[in-house]
């Protein structure tokens, strides 16, 4: 699942967590974020800003939905996984023994470990983290490669606390 389909699937509170953790958190991010949008469907991005944040958040959320503004909302949701989720992602990375810089980022994806770790880590994170958060690392995570790790792609279409379905249900 593409960020863009993520954020077409997500609902409004998780649209919302996503998008306030970014205006406390950075600002000048979230304030650039719908400002690009705003230029990009030919409108004055003071139009975005005057809107109440409830209203601004799902009128940027349906923007990012967009195909046209893949790059910004794969942008917002790594900036959100890896700083409000980075326990998360260095737990599922110290899992599978893949060196990272103590924030969970890391310089070259290896190649998909054997399925039993792969599954050993994804449920460790299920157990532990909101379903919606795992859920949203776990595509990002999965799309990072072309070649892609299969078991992974397997679990998220198979694995019962992460399908679409379940894991964006949840508030």
Same mark, same amino acid.
């Given at each position: 699942?593409? +960020?863009?389909?993520?954020?077409? @699937? =997500?609902?409004? %509170?998780?649209?919302?967590?996503? =998008? ?6 950075? @600002? ?8 690009? %949008? ?27 939905? @967009? ?5 910004? +909302? ?6 959100? /996984? ?10 599922? =990375?110290? /899992?599978? +023994? ?25 449920? +460790?994170?299920?157990?532990?983290? $909101? ?10 995570? #999965? ?6 790790? $299969?078991?992974?792609? !397997?679990?998220?279409? /198979?694995?019962?606390? %992460?399908?679409?379905?379940? !894991?964006? #249900? %949840?508030?």
């Amino acid at each position: 699942m593409t +960020a863009t389909e993520i954020f077409g @699937r =997500l609902n409004g %509170l998780q649209a919302g967590e996503v =998008l306030n953790w970014l205006a406390e958190n950075d @600002r000048n991010a979230y304030k650039s974020a719908a400002s690009m %949008l705003a230029t990009r469907r030919k409108l004055r991005p003071i139009f975005v800003e005057r809107k109440p944040r409830e209203e601004r958040n799902q009128w940027i959320k349906d923007s990012l939905a @967009r195909p046209a503004n893949a790059d910004l +909302a794969l942008e917002i949701l790594q900036v959100w /996984t890896l700083g409000c989720n980075e326990a998360m992602v260095c737990d599922f =990375l110290d /899992t599978l +023994a893949i060196p990272h810089n103590g924030k969970g980022l890391i310089d070259d994806l290896p190649s998909e470990p054997d399925g039993e770790s792969v599954s050993k880590a994804v449920d +460790a994170i299920v157990a532990k983290y $909101p379903a919606f958060s795992v859920f949203v690392y776990l595509h990002l995570f #999965s799309g990072m490669d072309s070649k892609g790790w $299969p078991v992974l792609k !397997s679990l998220l279409e /198979t694995h019962s606390e %992460l399908t679409a379905d379940k !894991s964006l #249900s %949840l508030s």
